[in-house]
């Protein structure tokens, strides 16, 4: 089921405890980015498919990475991202993010994203893995 891009965002400005919808829209065009710069084939398309369409997009078209980011580059690569912000502030906004994306993906996708991301991505999604 795709999210509608209102509840999309409402989910992510909830969670960010974000004043307006626009810096909701701010961390979610970043945090996206990102991460499907680290993401491929049919896991991110079918990731993009279950986002609004905006969204998707920006999903399968990422930012350039020349090596899988770890969880803590990945936030400090936000953090670079967003005017303002500090690795603190980044946190707060890769979590509201993804964690609206893992709702969104429903378990078995996620497991599925998380295969392709390296170790600890799972505490940025707030579905912490078994070790």
Known sequence: MVLRREAFLGQVKERGEYGTEREAQRAAR????LLGAHLVGEVR??????????????????????????????????????????????????????STVADAAGQDLLEQVLFQLPTGYDLLFGHPQPT
């Open 30 to 33: 970043v945090v996206l980015a």
């Open 45 to 98: 398309a079918r990731l993009a498919a279950r986002l609004p369409e905006d969204f998707a997009l920006i999903l399968l078209n990422p930012l350039q990475s020349a090596e899988p980011l770890t969880p803590e580059r990945f936030v400090r690569a936000t953090a670079a991202w967003i005017e303002g912000a500090t690795e603190q502030t980044a946190t707060w906004d890769v979590g509201a993010v993804l």
